[in-house]
């Protein structure tokens, strides 16, 4: 469904801005629920859907890599404000 969709918007945006509206397609996808998984299978149905899909889960993978999940903290508390 979501290559059907992402095919009928292709057909009407300007060949230098198809890349933008990919990942504007991928980020909506994201919103209303499609997983990582879901995304994972449009990659290699087309050029513009891969890159932008592609690109989301490098920046989720690098988002999960940089938050600290531990409980432990080592700064020094002050009342300073």
Request: glycine share 4%.
């Amino acid at each position: 469904m979501l290559i059907d969709m992402w095919g009928l918007m292709k057909a009407y945006v300007n060949v230098k801005e198809r890349d933008i509206v990919a990942n504007k397609f991928v980020d909506i996808a994201l919103d209303n629920g499609v997983t990582d998984a879901e995304l994972q299978e449009l990659i290699g149905l087309d050029d513009e859907l891969d890159e932008a899909v592609r690109e989301m889960l490098e920046t989720d993978d690098e988002d999960a890599d940089e938050y600290n999940y531990s409980d432990d903290y080592s700064g020094e508390l002050t009342d300073d404000y």
